[in-house]
Structure formats: C-alpha cells, structure tokens
C-alpha cells in the first residue's frame, strides 16, 4: 500500500498526505506539524515537547544543585578563614613579634642620631602602643 490509497486517521473522508515518522500512521495535512524540520503527528509532537520538558527541568535542577553547592563552599571557605584569622594571637597584630629580624620599633628606638645627640626622653615614638593611644 502507499500513500495514496491511505485516508487520514482522524477524517475518513479525506486522503493521506503524510506519514507520521514517529508513529507510522497516515494525516491530512490539517492534521499534522512542522517540527524541526519534519511533518509530524500532533500526539507525536506532544510526546516530543513532553520529552523535552523533562529534559529542560533535570537541567534546571542539576544547575540549582550545582549553584547551592558552590555557594555552601564560598561559605565554608570563608567560615574556616575567619576562624584560622581569629586564632592568631594578638601580639601578632601589635607589631611585636619579630619573625628573626629586629622589629621596626626596636630599630628606630636603637638607631644612633649622628647629627646631635638627644636625650632618650625626646624621642617620640612612631608606632606608639595603644596603651598611649587613649
């Protein structure tokens, strides 16, 4: 049999113009589509477009998972920093742990003056502690 002695599926009285790739039954051509590309069935482009929407939303979900576990790792990155920068002691921070080399207070403190002479009661201090600051 061919094509031309097909009638449609859904009007009796009216002959085949198409046969559906999909489901090999024969249309009229009120009754079938244009989807990419081919003459389809409209059930067929149903089944398609649900196919298709399963497959945009299992991309939308393994995007949002993706994105909730890149963010949940910025956070703990960042947690873990803070905690590591809590922990370092305060004398760190003041200047006054020399890591193998004299600090910068102490030399300014111990540098001879070879213009004159000063009493060590006049010379500032440039990093003053915060003892002096308040």
């Known amino acids: ?25 024969f ?12 003459m389809i069935c409209g059930s067929c482009v149903a089944a398609l477009t649900r196919g298709e ?5 299992a991309a939308t979900a393994r995007w949002t998972i993706l994105a909730l576990a890149g963010i949940l790792l910025a956070w703990l990155v960042f947690y873990y920093l803070g905690l590591t920068l809590s922990r370092i002691p305060s004398k760190f921070h003041d200047a006054s742990i020399s890591w193998g080399r004299a600090s910068a207070r102490s030399r300014l403190q111990s540098a001879p003056c070879a213009s004159e002479p000063r009493p060590q009661e006049a010379v ?4 003053p502690s915060p003892e002096h600051l308040s």
């Open 27 to 38: 249309f009229c051509r009120e009754c079938v589509t244009e989807h990419q590309g081919r």
């Open 53 to 57: 929407n399963k497959i945009a939303r």
């Open 1 to 25: 049999m061919n094509i031309l002695d097909q009638r449609c599926l859904n009007h009796a009285l009216r002959e085949a113009a198409v046969q559906c790739p999909s489901c090999r039954r």
């Open 124 to 127: 500032s201090d440039p990093f």
